[in-house]
């Protein structure tokens, strides 16, 4: 990611914080409406996993600009995702469910370069955990490659 694209995810993100609770409630509608068979990997009251999905975005977003601090913490996500029955083709409808809920939230503000920004953001994370995902499938750790 470029630093102009970090800064345009955290910028907007920003505005996105006085809105959390009806921007999850907003992406949780939207993947289970787009993706309905991963609303059995979620618990039936979603306050909990609502908040925790603003901590993880701000936790995210607030570390773009030093990514590799919260690697880690991603890769960890990624491997307890493998444990929920999580899939990766179930990633792409949850960066389409985002994306669908930042558009929503931000309106005019979500522009071109704005979405793309976000979009590289999704993707980078999700591939972090998608291959730390990968390596807990297969038996494999940093100290015991597969």
Same mark, same amino acid.
């Given at each position: 990611?470029?630093?102009?694209?970090?800064? +345009?995810?955290?910028?907007?993100?920003?505005?996105?914080?006085?809105?959390?609770?009806?921007a999850?409630?907003?992406?949780?509608?939207?993947?289970? %409406?787009?993706?309905?068979?991963v609303?059995?990997?979620?618990? %039936?009251?979603?306050? %909990?996993?609502?908040?925790?999905?603003?901590? +993880?975005?701000? /936790?995210?977003?607030?570390?773009?600009?030093?990514?590799?601090?919260? +690697?880690?913490?991603?890769?960890?996500?990624?491997?307890?995702?493998?444990?929920?029955?999580?899939?990766?083709?179930?990633? %792409?409808?949850?960066?389409?469910?985002?994306?669908? /809920?930042?558009?929503?939230?931000?309106?005019?503000?979500?522009?071109?370069?704005?979405?793309?920004?976000?979009?590289?953001?999704?993707?980078?994370?999700?591939?972090? +955990?998608?291959?730390?995902?990968?390596?807990?499938?297969?038996?494999?750790?940093?100290?015991?490659?597969?």
């Amino acid at each position: 990611m470029t630093p102009e694209q970090v800064s +345009m995810v955290q910028e907007s993100f920003k505005k996105v914080v006085p809105i959390a609770g009806t921007a999850a409630d907003l992406f949780y509608g939207r993947l289970f %409406e787009i993706a309905p068979e991963v609303r059995p990997l979620f618990p %039936e009251d979603l306050k %909990e996993q609502k908040k925790k999905l603003i901590a +993880m975005l701000a /936790t995210a977003v607030t570390n773009l600009h030093q990514v590799e601090k919260i +690697m880690t913490v991603v890769q960890d996500l990624g491997r307890r995702h493998v444990a929920y029955g999580v899939t990766a083709k179930q990633y %792409e409808p949850v960066g389409a469910a985002l994306l669908w /809920t930042l558009e929503q939230g931000l309106g005019d503000d979500f522009t071109l370069p704005v979405k793309a920004a976000w979009t590289e953001t999704y993707l980078t994370l999700a591939g972090v +955990m998608q291959n730390a995902a990968a390596d807990a499938a297969a038996g494999a750790s940093p100290s015991n490659p597969a």
